[in-house]
């Protein structure tokens, strides 16, 4: 069906910058949303940014201003630039797909999870 791979997460120091990537493969026929969710330890998975289709974008108010999720539809990959970087941005990071698949010539829409990659801020 369709697979999404991430990459990029890492240790960085306070004010540092990462850049995630997601990669989705498989019978896609198209991507409807691509996001980023994040989970700290203790704490419940939340949003940090979306794009649809059709460029628009969405952000968590936490990372307004630092963060920036960008698409590149011919790759189905999605990109989240990660700026000014703080500790409390420490979190185990998830790529999302909701995706239109095709299987035996029908097509089927899909919610899909990368496997997760770390980010650690600390000095």
């Known amino acids: 069906q369709v697979q999404l791979v991430e990459s990029g997460g890492g240790l960085v120091q306070p004010g540092g910058s990462l850049r995630l990537s997601c990669a989705a493969s498989?019978?896609?026929?198209?991507?409807?949303?691509m996001g980023w969710y994040r989970q700290a330890p203790g704490k419940e998975r939340e949003l940090v940014a979306v794009?649809?289709?059709?460029?628009?974008?969405t952000y968590a108010d936490s990372v307004k201003g630092r963060f920036t999720i960008s698409r590149d539809n011919a790759k189905n990959t999605v990109y989240l630039q990660m700026n000014s970087l703080k500790p409390e941005d420490t979190a185990v990071y998830y790529c999302?797909?909701?995706?239109?698949?095709?299987?035996?010539?029908?097509?089927?829409?899909?919610?899909?999870w990368g496997q997760g990659t770390q980010v650690t801020v600390s000095s």
């Open positions: 999302n797909a909701v995706v239109v698949y095709t299987r035996n010539r029908l097509y089927y829409t899909g919610d899909y």
């Open positions: 498989g019978n896609i026929f198209s991507i409807n949303a």
């Open positions: 794009i649809i289709s059709d460029g628009s974008t």
